[in-house]
């Protein structure tokens, strides 16, 4: 059993949704966290790693509409020093994203750990199933954290982007008309994975790659897998929405899938996608 998994039946257990916030009276939360072990890369500081942090807390509750109130964040650290930058990096992008830093908890451990939980008011409740006949819409910029993963110390331009993106992200994208979305998530784990857990009770059938052609041509030229690069990047925090067909949504999205009547299948070049993101614990 991986993260997904297990967090599938404790949320069954509970009897509540799978989704990226929880709402309750009105309210929408949500809690996220990483311990530097499993996900601080070597070019992150530890400012960058308390922004980037913070950074995937709000991309979460972004792409469900929500108007953030309030942010805690607690920190776990070896050393009084690692928890000061980490706590600045924390108040930077705060300041970046205009969100509302009202304190947290700070802990001595074996391990720098962070988790933020933001408490906002609900815009409209959004799930993550589409509806047969929905177009899937995002911004073409995948496989940029995927180079980069690979190549990070390397000067090409597709690379040193992928690198400032993992290093300090800003999920400031604009929000397509909250009338014609039906469906949404936000890209950490994995286009792939973003695409997996949509496809419920539909089949998702990718059209088009949502990677710019610098991306492309540097995967091909490295000999990379481009389905690896694109759908198995993960930490872009880039939003997938399920929007109603004919609905105008206008740059910097493109239409790159669709949902059709299925049984939980995503489709790429005629064939199942075999990439599904990045989870915890999962069994090789």
């Not at 070597?42 to 109130?69: C, H, I, M």
């Not at 180079?147 to 992200?169: D, I, N, Q, S």
């Not at 890209?187 to 496809?199: K, P, Q």
């Amino acid at each position: 059993m991986d993260e997904k998994e297990f967090l599938r039946s404790l949320l069954a257990r509970l009897g509540a949704e799978e989704n990226d916030v929880v709402y309750a009276d009105g309210l929408a939360l949500k809690i996220d966290g990483a311990a530097a072990a499993t996900s601080k890369l070597p070019f992150q500081t530890w400012r960058d790693f308390g922004w980037r942090n913070v950074a995937a807390a709000y991309s979460d509750v972004r792409v469900k509409y929500v108007e953030p109130l309030y942010m805690l964040v607690s920190v776990t650290a070896p050393r009084l020093e690692e928890a000061a930058e980490v706590i600045e990096g924390v108040r930077e992008a705060a300041e970046r994203l205009s969100l509302r830093y009202v304190g947290g908890d700070l802990n001595q451990g074996g391990d720098v750990v962070v988790d933020v939980a933001i408490v906002g008011r609900a815009g409209p409740r959004i799930g993550r199933v589409p509806k047969p006949g929905d177009v899937l819409v995002t911004i073409p910029a995948y496989g940029y954290t995927g180079l980069a993963y690979r190549f990070w110390g390397e000067r090409h331009p597709a690379v040193e982007r992928g690198v400032a993106m993992l290093k300090r992200p800003e999920p400031l994208w604009p929000l397509p008309p909250p009338e014609c979305v039906t469906a949404s998530m936000d890209s950490s784990d994995g286009l792939g994975d973003v695409l997996w857990t949509m496809a419920k009770g539909v089949d998702i059938v990718v059209k088009r790659l949502p990677a710019p052609r610098e991306v492309l041509e540097l995967a091909e030229e490295r000999g990379v897998e481009v389905g690896e690069v694109v759908f198995n990047g993960g930490e872009e925090f880039l939003p997938v929405f399920a929007v109603r067909r004919g609905c105008g949504v206008g740059e910097p999205y493109v239409e790159f899938a669709e949902a059709v009547e299925g049984e939980g299948r995503v489709v790429w070049e005629n064939r199942e996608l075999r990439w599904r993101g990045w989870s915890y614990f999962r069994r090789t």
